[in-house]
């Protein structure tokens, strides 16, 4: 059992859990942009152009109304 005088104060506040899917896929620039990868580079790679490959290369960065929800599931992130 915790006990709590003045003097020692416990800290029963819930830590926020990071959503795991979004922290796998997400991560953060050093001036805080969301990063994301491109899809298209698994499979069926010889019916697409040089110039869409090097575009899918890149790594994108998010808009700033969809990076809200990416920083909801990954508190910690920045």
């Given at each position: ?15 926020l ?39 899918i ?22």
């Amino acid at each position: 059992m915790l006990k709590s005088t003045n003097s020692d104060k416990v800290d029963l506040s819930m830590k926020l859990k990071t959503k795991k899917a979004a922290a796998k896929r997400f991560s953060f620039s050093a001036t805080g942009k969301v990063k994301f990868g491109h899809a298209g580079r698994r499979h069926l790679l010889s019916k697409k152009s040089n110039v869409k490959m090097l575009g899918i290369r890149a790594d994108g960065y998010m808009t700033d109304g969809d990076a809200r929800h990416v920083r909801k599931c990954m508190p910690y992130g920045e």
